[in-house]
């Protein structure tokens, strides 16, 4: 499931930004997110690429809405069908999901995605 979905929002990032820059925002997302559910989630076992999921729907959400011209896309549904399924697993219906890698990492992603918008002169 997570393999699918970085396919499907990653290939935009790759083909957009280039595999470098992609690479390094999955890294940096990977991290900040998999140090939320560590810290705050409080669980060391938890493996997966779901964060990054979540950090690269954040990106271009972020960039379709403040760039439009960027050439990123997200249907409506693909963005409210994943952060649906984020609130269910808060909501405690599914065991076993890192929550906090999910939020952190939909939030790095906004915030990597934003950084153009506060300095111009950075390009991410």
């Known amino acids: 499931f997570n393999m699918y979905w970085l396919y499907i929002l990653g290939i935009q990032v790759e083909v957009l930004k280039g595999t470098v820059r992609f690479g390094l ?3 940096a997302i990977a991290v900040i997110s998999n140090l939320a559910q560590f810290f705050i989630g409080g669980s060391p076992n938890f493996y997966g690429m779901s964060g990054v999921v979540y950090g690269i729907l954040g990106y271009i959400w972020i960039k379709q809405q403040y760039e439009p011209a960027s050439g990123f896309q997200l249907q409506s549904f693909t963005f ?4 649906i399924l984020m609130v269910i697993g808060f909501l405690g219906v599914i065991g076993g999901v890192a929550n906090w890698a999910h939020l952190g990492g939909l939030l790095t992603g906004m915030a990597i995605a934003y ?6 002169r950075i390009r991410i």
């Not at 409210?80 to 952060?83: D, E, G, S």
């Open 25 to 27: 925002i999955v890294l």
């Open 80 to 83: 409210f069908f994943l952060i």
């Open 115 to 120: 950084i153009p918008v506060l300095f111009p």
